[in-house]
Every structure is written in structure tokens, then in C-alpha cells.
RNA sequence: GCCCGAGUGGCGGAACGGCAGACGCGACGGACUCAAAAUCCGUUGUCCGCAAGGGCGUGUGGGUUCGAGUCCCACCUCGGGCACCA
């Protein structure tokens, strides 16, 4: 045993007795996670609050570095969960070393759905699972040696935490948004502008109105507000169901139950207020590109207009984004949702329109929207009049048109929009053009050019000077772009009262009820008047009551008439409740539904910074430390957020959403919550199936020749997510014991860059195992465990293999770029190897260092060889290694010599060579004047230090 | 279908528009060993060639450039999202 008084076990079996293996990493992992638990090394102090430990703030910068919440799953975790959790952690280590206080914890998302199903097939309390759940991840988790704050790990089911998810609900609840200042306010200020007469309540005066109506016109302006929309309910299990457990066929994934669609009376965020916003912001946010594009054209403002035709009904108002193709309109088309189609449709339409509507009800948007579907449709006998030509067309309605894009109908113009073309081809419907499309359209489709549509194989889309499109009053002739055209037709239709321009956005406000019963109740309760009243802050939380039977009452399954009853209207004692609201005790009834998963994870990184804090969600001063903005103009937020991309629009932009309602009512500082996003990239792996298409044990698979056998059967092999169904997971458990958390940690992050996903492939980790063994051996000597460390000076080339090293480390890990570290990290130890192979010893100056750098990475190894090289302190608040310019410097350079663009000879010359020298020393260079054969260069390229290319 | 990505040796990957294949796995050869494992040293894109050297090579087809894995256009394949999985 060493003199280091370590208790250290020999390895079993043939090995050295102080190889670094398996069994060794697994006692230097447990020695170290301890002694880090026991001295809280990674706890990182407040500047107020409950947490507040001022004096160790201290003077340093702060870092709030955070992962995307995880989902405690049953079936634990695989070696993919963990890749985004390493990242992070390497680099808080790495900011750490380098002088930052570093702010890191993981939480828990555990309201949703798979505990909910899980209660009840077994019956359990979704509780209880979910508990033993977050219990084997946290397990699993701190065996991987990762920094985390253990104080600061909340969970959305604990009271303490939904008590505060709940009163943001109310913030939202309580707050109207003001267009004109351009924020939320709280609705007592909506109220006072209503008493004051400033504001038009829509209903005359406010003094006028009874309780009731009141309420109906303050809760018009509500940012979290009631509404109808649509559910899909199964009698057959008694349950409402969310969409991934609807088949396409419309029937329930679990007993292929039918599928009803059927409206509920739900909460609803008033997200599309903040539309413009959530887009003008993204340009302030350091976040991949890709993700700002997709959150925009989620957001998807378009510009157009509001017109109105007349009908016999009234007039029916469409949105369009091409107005100036209006004279082109020769039909209109309404959503089979729209209100006013039950008074346009003709008797003799009536069946048909009926049927189709219930066909229509039966599909997924998605599946309405698709392209490449044929187009259907039915008339409704009926016609209405377009405002520019001033003759009659026909309406149609058709499901490719949505209620909640626009205004649920559209004009049809088949001459520029390819599916009204589609549409008009497939009923023989009128086709005339607004513009003649440019030759070269006409050319491409091998047809010449003409104005007569039936000619056209589809509708012509941009720009192109304006036919037919004239009236009394307006002209689009002389227009040749549609900007153009679109701001004459606007202002035309303005002055006619015909309509206006406007905006609108593919962003619909945000479906926040589930009938379901493991999420957060809802703070609300319904007075007499079933007008909806808050549960005050003293009251909070409300609590989820007990359930004896998680089995929902099923019904006759074609029973599509009984409502739909969500779980927790089943407990009537609960649901009927006495209170207090400020108007003596009276009887109200509970909101029944439950908030979506999303709530948790829209403000969770807000209670990390003060989980304790029994006064507030977060202390403002708390708040303004780590999240506030660092300057003028900067949005504030974490420091850096990392996750998967599959979140790129729904959870982003909802916790968005929320973070800047509780800015414009002062509650955050910061007005973003992610200041900078980085996605991670998936760990997949193969998978085999049988010739049946079963699927085989991945790990019982063989390879020979490029083709797979199972049991001496070939097998077929496909690409996909780890999982129970394909049969390949890998677990962090089964790394830990083959090679250790620390060999597993480097693997994940040497398999390439982060932001990409990659297979996993068990085979290749001996390879980091190797390189950690080699680094041990020249730290000490596997069979007598002396350190093999001399203080003697390194050579010259070596001191600059290091040098470079650490330049390059520190580069790489700042970037996130761990992949290249870890290649020059090996480079390095190869070095020292060689040196070592040949003097016998390590030079401190170099190993010190090499053990510094890979502490972020391989944190329980470097600690323990930091210590057996004599160091007391942890490695964690050690500085990084610094290089010294002076040994990365050369005086000379080889540069690559080019003929034609193709290498042909390289040439070392000094540093700094003038260009014209350097063409020179090229011209002299025998290969290269092999290949000019005494041919003049014609043009000649150079960059200094890099590269000359000569051409011929 | 719509939106967003990604395609480089046998495999994972590296490469500010400037030397394609760093580093690792695998494979092959050598040293050590009675032998094997482990370890150490070396070779390894591909084709032609004894060699020196040369040809070809970053999914496919075009383009921009003195020069393209990198930029642009089209296509093919794979992955992610599409609002009640989160």
C-alpha cells in the first residue's frame, strides 16, 4: 500500500495490485463522491435569503449553468440521459477552476403522465412510484461524481414547490395585457380604468353592470382565461386522452376503444399577446440559429389583411396574406367549424355538409393540413360577393381550412396559392390569373406562356406585373412587386370599409387544463355564479386530495353523449368546499382539472436559486445574482441551458412566456429565462430483428463481414432510440461496473461534439479506460504504488507539448468542445509516456498540470492523483493551468506549396516570410518546379505562415 | 405534408474557405512470455507501382472560387418537432 494512508484494495484476478481497473476506479469513485458530500464542496453560496452566505460570494463572477428538467422515468436511466448532465457538469468544473462561483443542481419534472398510467394498471399511488423513481435516478446520478448542488433539487410534486406553481397560475390569472404599454399589469389596474370610464368595457358602462357581467368583461382580458376547446374523449375507458394515445384511426392506443372529439370547458394562456415579443427577443438570446427560425415560423406572423364578403348570412371575414390577389378570388372556403356555415348551407347541401363536418371532426390537424393529401370538400349551396370584382362566388367549406389559423375562412384565389389550385382543379371550380408569371416560369414547365389557367399546371406564387386586377376605384396595373400591390390593395380596402390590413400568427393561445390526476389543482374555485375567483396566497397550496381507485368509471365505449368527467370531480367532499374570499364563508366548487406537465418546467430554474425560501419563489436579490441582466440591453438568464432539441418550441416558448409575465409585474429581473441554449445531441444504438421482425437482445448479437447473427440466425439491423422495444439499452450501472464513472464520463464526451448524436458502441470505451490507465502508470507504479514523480526540469519539446496542451484544453472545454480537449489531453500523456518509457519518471511540471486539466473531466481520478502527488486541497476550486505565450511560439513554419490548387510540396521557412520570398523559396522547391515545368506562374496566391498556391 | 438538422476510412469522429482523415476503436505486424492475457513499439482511406512517386477520394448532380468536407442551388437517405409525451 502506498504511504498516503489510503485504504485502497489490491485488484483481485492476475492484475497488478494497483492498476487502474474497474474495481480500483470504484473505490476511488466512492472515496471521493463521500469526502466531496461530507465537505459540501459543491454547495454554491447565496447573496441573500435563506441560503445567503455573502462573505463567500465574494468578488467572483457568477455562473448559472443548467440542464433541461429531467422526467424521473421507471425504467431509470440509460447511457443517453446522462450526456447532457457530464457536459454541463465538465464544464461547471472547468469555470469553476477558473475563478467563477458556479451554480449547478438538477431537479425533478415528476407530475405527468406515465406515473399516472402506472397507478392504474397496479394501483399504486402515483406518488409512491414516483418517489422511488426520482430515489434509483438520484442513485444512479451521484455515481456519475457529478457537481451538483444537492440543497437546491426540487421536485414539481413536492407541496413546497407547487404552492408556488400555483401562485404564478394566479399571477397569470390576475394580470390583463396592456397593448398599448406593451406588458402585463394586474387586472385591479384593468379594473380602475373600467370604474374610471377610460376604458370601453364593450358592454356599457361598468357602474351599469351586474357581478356577473362584470367578471365576463375582466375575464376577456385575462392572461389565463376560460374557453371551449376540443378533447378526445373515450367512453370506452372513461378517460380523456392525450393525442399521442390516439391511434390514427381515431380509436384509443390502449383497447382500441372509438375517440370522440368533444369540447370542454378549459384554462387557457393568452400566449399570443406576447406573439411579437417572444419573436423580437430571440434576437437579444445566444441560441443556436436553427432554433430562433423554429420558434419564428412557429410563432409565424404573417402580414395581410382582414376582407370582408358579403352573404346572406352577413359577412363572412377572412384573413389572407395576399391581398393583392383578391380580384383573383372565385371562391371562398370556411373552416367546417365555422360558425356561420349552419346558416349559409342550402337544404339540399345540409346532409352532405353534415357528414363531412363529422369526418373533418375525426382528424388530426396535421393529418388536414397535409399536403399531399387529395383535396376534399362540399359545397354549401350558398355564394357570397367579392368586395373588388363585386360578383358572386361560391362557398365552400373543406377541412384543409383550420378554425384557429385567421379567421376559419379564407378566398380562395387558385391563380396564386397552389392548394386553392389543388382545390379548384378537383371541383372544376373558376381559375383566372391576378399576374402574368415571368417567361422563364413558363419555360420551366415546358408549356407557352399564356394567360389562360387551364393551360397551367399550378398557381404562380411571386413576384410579376398585375392583369384583370382593376375596378372603379383601384388599380394594381403599374405595380410590378407585391409589396407593392399588397400596400395599394390595403389602403384601398381601408378607404372602401371592405377591411384593413392586419397580423396574424400561426401561434394559437396555449391549451393549459387536463382532465387527469397527477398534476398541480388549480388555485380557483367557481362561485354560484360558476364565475371562476382565485384561492387567496393564505390558502395556497391546494392540495391534491386522495384517490382510492386510479381506474376511471368506463362506459358503453359508442356512448359519445355522457360527459366527460375528469378524476378528481370523483372526489365530491373535495370538490365542494367552504371559504373565505374577503365575503364571509360561502360554498364554491373546485376546478377539476389539472395544470399540464409544462407548468413545473416553466419556472423551475427560478426556485433552484432559493428551494427554501418560504416567502417568495426566488428572493429578488437571489433572482437579480444569477439571472439578472449583466448590462444595457441584455435579456438576463441562465448563463447556459443545455438540452435536447426536441424542445425547441413548445417547452422554450412557453417558459418564456411565463418568465416575461413575471417580469412585467416586477417579480424577475431578468426578461428571458435562457440566455444562452445549447443542444445536445442523442445517444442511439442498434438494434437487430429476427426474420419474423422480432427484436433480439443487441447485446447477444454477433458481427461478422458486415452482417449480424443472433443465436446463429442472421438478423437485420436498424438504427433507433434505446429502449425496451428495441431491446438495446445499455445502462450507466453496467458502465460503472465494467469501467468505472470516471472511464465513463470521458467515453461520452470523447465520442464527438457535443450537439451531435451519435450511436453508442460498448466496444470502443476500453479505449478512454486505456488512456486513464496510462495517465495513472505515470503517476505511480502499478505494483508498489511508489509515485514515479521526479522534480527535476522537463525537456524543452516536452515543456512545449505541454504548453500547447494547455492553450488548446482551455479553448476547447470554454467552447463546450470536449471531444478535441480529450484528443490533446492523449496527446500530451503519449508524450510523457515517451518520455517516461525513456527517463523513468514524470516531471512534476508536467504531470501537476495534466492532472489539473483533466479534473473537469475524470474528476474522482484527478483528485486522487492530486493528492498522492501531495496536494491537500480539492481540485474543484483549483485554478486551471495557464500557457505561456512564450512556449507557443516557433520561429519556423512548414508551408504547404500548391500548383493549381493541389499540394505539391511543403517548405519550412522562417516565421513572418515576406510573400514574395516565400513564392521565391516555392519556385526553388525541386518538386514544385517539377510540376511548373518551366512554366510562368499566371497568378500567384499567398497567405503568410500558411500556405502558397501558384498558378498555371 | 410542413418546419429544423445531419451525411467524411471497416466504426466513432478531426479539419478559421487553405496540408482531408487529429484522437480513439477495430485490424495487421513486431517486442516481452513456455503460452495466453495485459503492456510496449510500428503499419493501417483507396487504386497503380519493387520503390520513388502518381491517380482517385468527404451521400448524388450542378455552381461560385486561385483553392470547397466547409459557401450557393437541386436531389437522395437518415434523425428531431408538429401544440394533450415532455
Redesign the pocket.
Known sequence: MSAHGSSLQGNES??PPL?YTAHLARQIEAKWQDQWERDRTFEAPNPAGPLAEPEKVGGRPKLFVLD??P?PSGAGLHVGHPLGYIGTDVFARFKRMTGFNVLHALGY?S????AEQHAIVTGIHPRINTESNVATMRRQLRRLGLGHDARRSVSTTDEDFYRWTQWIFLQVFESWYDREAGRARPIAELIGQFERGERDTGRGPWGALGPAERAAVVDGHRLAYLAD?P??WCPGLGT???????TAEGRSDIGNFPVFKRT?R?WTMRITAYADRLIDDLDRLDWP???K??QR??I?RSEGARVRFASAAGPIEVFTTRPDTLFGATFMVLSPEHPLVDELVSDGQRADVAAYRARAASL???ER?????EKTGVSLGATAVNPATGREVPVWIADYVLM??GTGAIMAVPSGDQRDFDFAREFGLPVVPTQRPPDAWFEARGIPPTLDCSQWPGAYVGDGPYVGSSNAEVTLEGCDTVDAAVARMNAWLERAGHGRSAVTY???D??F????YW?EPFPIVYDEHGVARAVPDALLPVRLPELDDFKPQALDPDDERTDPIPPLARVGQWVDVEMDLGDGPRRYRREVNVM???A??CWYELRYLDPTNRNAFVDPEVERYWMGPTGPGHTGGVDLYVG????????LLYARFWHKVLFDLGHVSSEEPFHRLFNQG?I?AWAYRDARGQTVPAAEVAESD?SWTWNGQPVTR????MGKSLKNVVTPDEMYDEYGADTFRLYEM????LD????W?T??V???Q??L??VW?NVVDEDTGELRVSNGAAPDALRRELHRAIAGVADDMASL?F??A??KL??LN?AL??HV?AAGSSPREVLEPLVQMLSPLCPHLADEMWERLGRREVLAFHPFPVADPAMLASDTV?V?V?V?????S?IVVPVGTPDDELVRLAMADE?VA??LDGRAPR?T?V?PD??V?L?V
Open positions: 492476475g492484475a492498476r433541461m428538467f422526467y419534472d407530475f405527468g403522465l406515465p376547446a378533447v378526445n380523456i386522452l392525450a393525442n399521442e394515445e390516439v370542454m378549459q440559429e436553427p432554433i427560425l423554429m415560423n412557429w409565424g388530426a390537424d396535421a393540413t397535409d399536403a399531399t393529401r384557429g389559423y400561426k401561434l394559437r396555449w391549451l387544463s387536463r382532465q387527469r398534476g399540464p406537465q409544462w413545473g418546467s435536447g432539441v426536441e424542445h425547441a418550441v413548445l417547452h442523442y442511439q458486415g436498424e438504427y433507433g432510440k470523447s465520442m464527438g461534439p451531435a448524436s451519435r450511436p458502441n466496444r470502443d476500453v479505449g478512454m486505456r488512456f490507465q496510462r502508470r468542445r471531444n478535441t480529450i484528443a492523449i496527446e503519449n509516456t515517451a518509457n512548414e504547404p500548391q493549381n490548387g493541389k499540394v505539391r511543403r518538386k517539377a510540376h497568378n496566391v497567405v500558411r500556405l498556391n498558378v
